[in-house]
């Protein structure tokens, strides 16, 4: 696009998409006077899934709105708690977002996860056909129309990553009910039904077990138990404080 101009300010929260030559308070863009205000935003590096309400002028426009020279574009960022509607909420995660998958499961959150590279239009496409947020912090998959819905990871550390998903989407939280290896449903489980995975030890020190529904995996309070309880703890003391 080399047409006339338009003037776009970004929310703070949304600086780290655009290239750093081009952080300033307003950004020029370019305009041809037929692509979407929604195009020209994500061709200057910003996913759609991040942008909430689109201001022109004082007024609040559809990301279908086709921009004219000379107006000046307020993008917010998305507005939290954001509320997911026609689905229940849950989330696809890719093969960069394995503890983060994990820590969801651990706390009863439905949280699909690809352990390979299965490639962004194989994921566009689960999220679309099982309705679930994809969370990624891969930029290019994120922007693909054939996504459910989508959100960017922020950070690279897997607690902040968790907050951040927690905070943005307030998803109800049920700890011990999901296999944290493959988010099957657990149930609680006799000695006998999971015998044959425990150990001399656990077989005689503990008495309380649960067992995945989908992939048969035992659970017990073992050694990393007071470390999980950690997580589910400041997890439901986040979630409380902000309902």
């Known amino acids: 696009m080399n047409g006339p101009e338009i003037h776009v300010e970004f929310a703070p929260e949304l600086h780290v998409f655009v290239p750093r030559a081009r952080r300033s308070d307003t950004v020029r863009a370019a305009t041809d006077g037929v692509s979407s205000l929604g195009h020209v935003i994500e061709s200057l590096g910003v996913p759609l899934t991040e942008v909430g309400a689109l201001l022109v002028d004082g007024h609040e426009v559809p990301v279908s709105h086709v921009p004219v020279a000379g107006e000046s574009v307020t993008v917010r960022t998305v507005a939290r708690p954001q509320r997911v509607p026609g689905a229940p909420l849950r989330f696809l995660l890719d093969v960069h977002l394995g503890t983060l998958a994990r820590r969801l499961r651990l706390l009863g959150v439905d949280t699909a996860y690809e352990s390979t590279d299965i490639g962004d239009p194989a994921l566009a496409a689960r999220s679309a056909a099982e309705r679930r947020v994809m969370l990624s912090r891969d930029r290019g998959l994120l922007r693909r129309r054939e996504l459910w819905a989508g959100a960017f990871v922020y950070s690279t550390r ?40 425990l150990r001399h030890g656990t077989h005689a020190t503990y008495d309380v077990f649960a067992r995945c529904g989908a992939c048969g995996r035992a659970y017990w309070k073992g050694a990393h138990h007071e470390q999980l309880e950690a997580i589910v703890e400041r997890a439901m003391e986040f979630w409380s404080e902000r309902r």
């Open 158 to 197: 897997p607690e902040e990553q968790l907050w951040d998903v927690l905070g943005r989407f307030e998803p109800e939280l049920l700890p011990w009910t999901r296999c944290t290896a493959c988010n099957g449903v657990l149930r609680e489980a006799t000695k006998e039904e999971v015998a044959g995975q």
